[in-house]
């Protein structure tokens, strides 16, 4: 079984906090880390550092921030096709840190929504029945659209964790089988129940440091997250979903609670380190989590 991510690219800019500005108001932060980052970087990367064959198909500009996204993905076993559009300006985020733990994103999504339905069906080219496509809020509504529909017609199994949230994703349950939500999504999207009645056969749901559940319609397996030092949340998500899909594929089961427990120790891990793709475990870390029972 293969992995497909088709999502964004960006360099991630950290910047501590003590607390996020009020409107109109000028404020000091502390540079923490600058990093490869975009949410499809990090789960494909993360994917990929597990073992499993992953491709990623994301879009960057032709400019500098571009190369510098191209050169750092090649130290990286992801299989990694980067489109150069002209005339766009490469993604970037902006990562607030808080003291009180939380962080705030923003992300700019010139290339990513300038990614066609063309480029998704294509992007999947290699995929066979069986195969994981993994997505995030990141592309425009008919290239995440042409993605599933490409997808589902090779039989692949779709996987979609719908941030940053866009209201077009209300279209698509009916194509997705299993979705990935922190709290905020949950809540605005109306929980798990409302998913797994419009069709998503499993939801995860992610907590921070209370943990994550998986639903299916018939079970709730809840497992809670691992201590540790929090020094950077950024992309603890994207490494749990990364590694959950990634264990329960390499050992050829469906998600499990074993699963969860790996993203578990892999996102505790990323947490206590500064910075996003840098601060996932790397492949020999990765190794000895999903050898864990
Ligand atoms: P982010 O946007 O920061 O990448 P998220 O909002 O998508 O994250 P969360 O629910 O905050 O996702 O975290 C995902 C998982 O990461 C949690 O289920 C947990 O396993 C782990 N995690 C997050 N925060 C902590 C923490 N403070 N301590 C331990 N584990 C944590």
Sequence with gaps: MKAFVIGNAAIDETVSVEDFPRPG????GRALSQDLGGKGVNQAVA?????????????????????????????????????????VATDNSIILMAGHGENAVITTRAAAGAMTPDHA????????????????????????????QAA???????????SPLQAYVADLWPLIDCAFLNEDEAAILGGDARLLSHGVAEVVLTIGA?????????????????????????????????????SAALRGVALDARALRHAAVAAAWTVGQAGTVSA????????????KG
């Design 152 to 162: 589902r017609a090779r039989g692949m199994r779709t996987v979609l964790n719908p």
């Design 280 to 291: 996932f475990p790397d492949a020999d870390r990765m190794r000895a989590i999903l050898a």
């Design 210 to 246: 209370r943990g994550a559940a998986l639903v299916r319609p018939d079970a709730r397996i809840e497992v809670p997250a691992t201590p540790c030092t929090v020094v950077d949340t950024t992309g603890a998500g994207d490494c749990f979903m990364a590694v959950a899909l990634a």
């Design 47 to 87: 994917i990929a550092r597990t073992g499993l064959a992953c491709h990623l198909v994301a879009a960057v500009g032709q400019d500098p921030r571009g190369r510098e996204i191209a050169a750092r993905l090649a130290a990286e076993p992801v299989m990694a096709q980067l489109i150069a559009l002209p005339g």
């Design 25 to 28: 108001a000028s404020i000091f």
């Design 121 to 148: 069906s294509v992007a999947l080219d290699k995929a066979a029945s069986g195969d994981l496509l993994v997505l995030q809020g990141n592309l425009g509504a008919a290239t995440t659209a042409a993605a599933l």
